[in-house]
């Protein structure tokens, strides 16, 4: 029989052949989230199927449970089965390969009979792929090349939303057990990285065995690797690394500062405490010091403001603290509106409605609808008389909610820099956010030049997704960002901080670099769906890695004033 695991897989597995087949992001998307939902399922599966009330589970709606119900009572899946009907063996590791398409796939087979990424190896070794119809020594030398990158790869990651909630998974059974004093999180996923190796907690009591047997005893905890007295290393059912350290609650504080790092951080901050001789020296490795109440502590008596986690990467932060200049970073309390948010008009999977009762319900004063724009025909942009309909609709729900709704779009910034609605139209909108949404390949001085028209417009526009990063698939664009900074700097604009964890963009350094120019920005969760809007304290994190302060983020402000800064 399946269990929990294995319908997650089939479920993984059928998010996968719909990607391979082209089907749109979000459907493939729903798979995923239903097979992450089953893998952090807190209730029994038997008894879930059993009164049928898998939909009560979140991320898991009609459809998505019949198909669980399916593989949980068959053990088969018809969906799978029709999707794999046609396609060659081994179809979903090659698909890894960059640059194979499914058609290339079907020809690799056809010809070679290949059927896995060792046989694609071969064969490219000994110079057979090449002679295939639609390719040639050179796209055999980039599939070589492209397979040597995947033997390198590291896949034992998380998203960072994926990462805080498996953590926080993993605190709650840890607070089950009595003995347990205080424990955190440390490590990258305290400093909020886009990318998690490793979940580390360290963790405060006098009885450090009771919590250790206690983590043992944690579902998903596959695989020990370590284990003594006060420490623990395993890796959880998905392959990631987690740690657990415990130490007698007077060390706590300062090996919670220790494990969570940046090493780089650490070292500065050593270099002071011995140049002035202070007694207490901030360790790296285990911090066995003891007796200090909290981290503010600690930098103060080192002289320095107090530096937030996510700050801590030794990119200036420790100078600034010591001159004093370090900003107060912005506070996910601070954000009042929801920007930058999709319904069911475009790809979203929510109604106007749907979307504002949850806002409201997250305590936001307004929210911004912004579907896509007409050429954006993949993600079901809207046309003109649709978006007419739209705004009928939201001064419907208007009358409906007391959060206040703002008509806007994220308009596609086309190939020649010109935006995807005429003038009188984007004049109409409360806001627009304007995203590259095709052709990411344009060389740098193309895509430079496509930017600075399109930021330069008279029209005051939020740059989405500014560099178009998906994580960890596709990396930044490239253009000369320093120079479209200066730009925007000077223009009608402002720029997303965007808290999809698959785009985290635009990144820190270049958050930081953009605030030097006294350039604001709105942090938006670019949700797709009710779901989609829990992202925002991620949207926030990375606004604090770059440093921002409340003051330099709009969407801290009343509605009234947010209207006037957006649409001047
Ligand atoms: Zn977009
Ligand atoms: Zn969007």
Not at 74 to 91: A, D, I
Not at 272 to 280: D, F, K, N
Not at 406 to 430: A, M, R, V, W
Request: glycine letters at 8%.
């Amino acid at each position: 029989m399946k269990d929990r695991f294995d319908i997650a897989a089939d479920l993984r597995t059928i998010a996968r052949l719909l990607e391979i087949k082209g089907e749109n992001r979000f459907k493939t998307l729903a798979f995923i989230r239903g097979a992450e939902a089953l893998g952090s399922l807190e209730g029994d599966l038997d008894d879930l199927v059993k009164d049928r009330r898998l939909r009560e589970i979140p991320g898991i709606g009609n459809a998505l449970s019949s198909i669980i119900e399916e593989i949980y009572s068959t053990g088969e899946c018809w969906m799978l089965q029709q999707l794999c009907q046609g396609l060659p063996p081994g179809v979903i590791e090659l698909s890894d390969v960059p640059g194979l398409s499914l058609k290339k796939i079907i020809a690799l087979y056809d010809d070679l009979r290949i059927e896995s990424v060792a046989d694609l190896k071969a064969a490219c070794k000994e110079g057979l792929v090449g002679n295939v119809k639609g390719f040639g020594t050179k796209s055999q030398a980039r599939i070589l090349a492209g397979i040597e990158k995947l033997e390198n790869r590291d896949e034992n990651f998380l998203l960072l939303n994926q990462a805080v909630e498996q953590a926080e998974q993993i605190l709650q059974h840890l607070r089950t057990c009595s003995e347990l004093i205080d424990a955190q999180v440390a490590g990258a996923l305290r400093r909020r990285q886009e990318t998690i190796r490793q979940i580390c907690i360290v963790a405060a009591s006098d009885q450090p065995r009771a919590v250790i047997d206690r983590f043992l005893g944690f579902p998903p905890l596959a695989h020990t690797d370590e284990l003594d007295e006060t420490r623990c290393r395993g890796r959880l059912a998905g392959g990631l690394q987690t740690e657990l350290v415990v130490v007698s609650p007077d060390a706590y504080i300062a090996t919670l500062h220790a494990r969570t790092g940046s090493a780089k951080h650490l070292a500065k901050l050593q270099e002071i405490s011995h140049s002035r001789e202070l007694p207490y020296l901030v360790e790296c490795g285990g911090g066995k010091q003891r007796g200090m109440g909290s981290e503010s502590e600690i930098y103060q008596h080192l002289g320095l403001q107090y530096i937030p986690p996510e700050l801590r990467e030794d990119e200036g932060e420790v100078e600034a603290a010591s001159n004093g200049t370090l900003p107060q970073p912005l506070a996910l309390e601070d954000i009042r509106g929801m920007t930058h948010c999709h319904t069911d008009y475009s790809d979203g999977r929510n109604s106007i409605e749907e979307m504002a009762l949850a806002a409201q319900a997250m305590g936001m004063s307004y929210l911004t609808i912004t579907d896509h724009s007409q050429s954006a025909s993949y993600a079901g942009g809207l046309g003109i008389d649709r978006l007419r309909a739209q705004w009928d609709e939201i001064a419907r729900v208007q009358e409906r909610v007391s959060i206040r709704l703002l008509k806007g779009t994220e308009s596609d910034i086309l190939e020649d820099g010109s935006l995807d609605y005429p003038d009188y139209l984007l004049n109409q909108f409360d806001i627009v956010i304007a995203s590259i949404h095709a052709r990411h390949k344009m060389d740098a001085d193309q895509m430079t030049r496509r930017l600075l028209r399109a930021l330069k417009l008279p029209i005051f526009k939020v740059w989405g997704h500014p560099l178009g990063r998906l994580i960890p698939s596709r990396p930044p664009f490239a253009c000369r960002l320093e120079e479209v900074l200066d730009a925007v700097a000077e223009s009608r604009c402002a720029i997303e901080v965007n808290g999809d964890p698959h785009r985290l963009d635009l990144e820190p350094h270049w958050i930081r670099l953009a605030r030097n120019r006294g350039i604001k920005f709105i942090v938006s969760t670019d949700a797709h769906s009710i779901a989609g809007l829990a992202n925002l304290p991620v949207g926030v994190s990375m606004a604090r890695r770059g440093w921002l302060m409340r003051g330099e983020v709009l969407n801290t402000l009343g509605v009234e004033d947010f209207m006037r800064a957006i649409h001047p």
